[in-house]
């Protein structure tokens, strides 16, 4: 009888364990394709490894990978409809003859593709003759330049392209161009100030801190920020402007050469070097460096005056932010 009772309880407490195993296992499932509880940062990088592509294949690999940055942005734009813009940004750059519209955000190689366009509208024959700084002593056909109905023409019927980057590498990489490495006379002149007198800070010569910075944006209504630090999704409008092209700048040379590809540049046979404004914002001991310095308070407030551009063009938080947020 005790043996009896010995297995019945052994049985007992088997059926128990697998039970308990079977539930942990529908749990994970579930979490893992549940949609309804999403992720606080999206985590789908649509990104080409171009050292694991062969020549022949990258066209239709970087044409799969445009295609599904353009799904994603699509799904993200009817998630939020509280961005779509109700006015086009009338600051796009256009080239009849080309027939393409290009929308420069600052710190993803902006400055380069205005080299491109002034070598598409013959004013240099090469883009390595155009010197730093040159590209904006020029003017170039803007948008708003046509009337309503040549807009909507183009806007319908020509390539658009963009290029994006990680919000929060780009965002540092203006900091430092702005206020560290070489900064223009007017930023130290004009928004040092501005940043101190908002902080309620003694106006001195001292450099303001990332973290100064941080909490100026903050503090800040985000529409009238300065255009290297504007969110992307405010000043390419990409839920109203159906772009064709969305790039990255972390793969600039495929994505480049794909776009000069599409519009049949033949007068340009490779995008021109990021070199000119090179910050290394991005490499993760500079990340680290700078975000360390914040609270983790700053950078939920960053996040969120960022998070349509994390959730529209699938970004993730740097591994080595996220690292320190939850340390």
């Known amino acids: 009888m005790r043996h009896s009772f010995v297995g019945r309880k052994a049985m007992k407490l088997i059926c128990i364990t697998s039970i308990l195993l079977l539930l942990i296992i529908l749990y994970r499932g579930s979490k893992v394709g549940s949609s309804s509880s999403p992720e606080p940062y999206p985590r789908t990088r649509l990104t080409i490894n171009e050292s694991n592509v062969s020549p022949s294949n990258i066209k239709k690999g970087v044409e799969r990978i445009i295609s599904g940055r353009r799904h994603r942005l699509e799904t993200e734009c009817k998630k939020h409809p509280e961005i779509l813009h109700s006015a086009i940004r009338a600051g796009l750059m256009v080239n009849d003859e080309y027939k393409v519209i290009y929308c420069p955000v600052a710190k993803t190689g902006a400055s380069n593709w205005r080299r491109v366009f002034l070598v598409l509208r013959h004013t240099f024959e090469n883009v390595n003759d155009i010197g730093p700084g040159m590209v904006y002593q020029y003017k170039f056909q803007k948008l708003a330049s046509y009337k309503p109905e040549e807009r909507l023409f183009r806007l319908q019927n020509y ?15 203006a900091f430092r161009d702005k206020f ?6 007017r930023f130290s002149k004009d928004y040092i100030p501005i940043i101190k007198k908002s902080l309620g800070l003694s106006r001195g010569k001292e450099n303001v801190t990332f973290s100064q910075f941080v909490q100026y944006l903050a503090e800040t209504p985000p529409h009238t920020y300065n255009r290297h630090w504007k969110t992307m999704d405010q000043l390419c409008q990409p839920c109203a402007v159906h772009y064709d092209v969305i790039g990255m700048f972390e793969t600039m040379k495929t994505d480049a050469e794909y776009v000069l590809t599409k519009i049949g540049s033949s007068r340009i046979k490779e995008f021109p070097s990021i070199i000119p404004h090179e910050t290394q914002s991005s490499v993760p001991d500079t990340m680290k460096k700078f975000f360390s310095q914040l609270t983790l308070k700053q950078i939920k407030a960053l996040y969120k005056i960022y998070e349509a551009d994390f959730a529209l063009f699938g970004y993730d938080i740097p591994e080595s932010i996220a690292r320190n947020d939850t340390q």
Do not use: G
């Open 159 to 173: 390539t658009k392209f963009m290029f994006v980057r990680n919000p929060f590498s780009r965002l540092l990489s």
């Open 180 to 185: 560290i490495e070489n900064p223009p006379e």
